[in-house]
């Protein structure tokens, strides 16, 4: 069964971290650009960080440059989503998505079809 699988999120005070993982089964992740997106209540799903097949370049959204690291271990075939610093604002549901065709730019702008595979979501709420 192809899916993919996030852990991780949870509660944390401002300023805390926590790191999220994307656990590919059923596929390999090697060939696919692996992005982290999120969405708040009310608001639409938004690109945070993307990172490509190839040769490992990253993107991420200004709202999370300097606090969120990705990553990845193709030998796990797992994709991580470090997250520090984190603020209110931060508070979502995280998903990972897998896609073979769009660059990691087009993936984290989220064109229209991108995402080949998407993950269920894993819940991060920030609060003081």
């Known amino acids: 069964q192809v899916q993919l699988v996030e852990s991780g999120g949870g509660l944390v005070q401002p300023g805390g971290s926590l790191r999220l993982s994307c656990a590919a089964s059923?596929?390999?992740?090697?060939?696919?650009?692996i992005g982290w997106f999120r969405q708040a209540p009310g608001k639409e799903r938004e690109g945070v960080s993307c990172?490509?097949?190839?040769?490992?370049?990253?993107v991420y959204a200004d709202s999370v440059k300097g606090r969120f690291t990705i990553s990845r271990d193709n030998a796990k075939n797992t994709v991580y989503l470090q997250m520090n610093s984190l603020k209110p604002e931060d508070t979502a549901v995280y998903y990972c998505?897998?896609?073979?065709?769009?660059?990691?730019?087009?993936?984290?702008?989220?064109?229209?079809?991108?995402?080949?595979?998407w993950g269920q979501g894993t819940q991060v709420t920030v609060f003081a």
């Open positions: 059923g596929f390999t992740l090697d060939y696919y650009a």
């Open positions: 990172i490509s097949s190839s040769d490992d370049s990253t």
């Open positions: 998505a897998a896609d073979r065709l769009f660059t990691v730019q087009a993936m984290c702008d989220m064109v229209p079809g991108v995402g080949d595979y």
